[in-house]
């Protein structure tokens, strides 16, 4: 088992900047694949970028580089989401999961991972 929580979101004004952590306990995550999804009211949970600490390597989909940022510490377990120049439209709760191995799905597939957290509201005000 995989224990994950998110905290730093909160509510700010257009143009902003925050960042998400996402600690992680339970089991080593050196091998696995750590995401940051969000799920903005009536939308669909999209992943927004994904660490692949075996590889390395990180991800983000075309619609969310420049303005997102993921990085990781992996002897602390976390996971940070640096989000910059904020809108309204980055309204979500968003979430961290984790990938345990790979099942031939992609990274911005959502049922690909195992362990989620909570999640963590961020708020964009106009």
């Known amino acids: 088992q995989v224990q994950v929580a998110e905290s730093g979101g909160g509510l700010v004004q257009a143009g902003a900047s925050l960042r998400l952590s996402c600690a992680t306990s339970?089991?080593?995550?050196?091998?696995?694949?750590m995401g940051w999804f969000r799920q903005g009211p009536g939308k669909q949970r999209e992943l927004v970028a994904a660490?692949?600490?075996?590889?390395?390597?990180?991800y983000s989909p075309d619609s969310m580089k420049g303005r997102f940022t993921i990085s990781g510490d992996i002897a602390k377990a976390t996971v940070y989401l640096q989000m910059n120049s904020l809108e309204p439209e980055d309204t979500a709760v968003y979430y961290c999961?984790?990938?345990?191995?790979?099942?031939?799905?992609?990274?911005?597939?959502?049922?690909?991972?195992?362990?989620w957290g909570q999640g963590t509201q961020v708020t964009v005000s106009s």
């Open positions: 660490l692949r600490w075996r590889r390395t390597s990180t």
């Open positions: 999961a984790v990938r345990t191995r790979d099942y031939g799905t992609t990274l911005s597939f959502s049922g690909g991972y195992d362990y």
């Open positions: 339970g089991r080593t995550i050196s091998t696995y694949d």
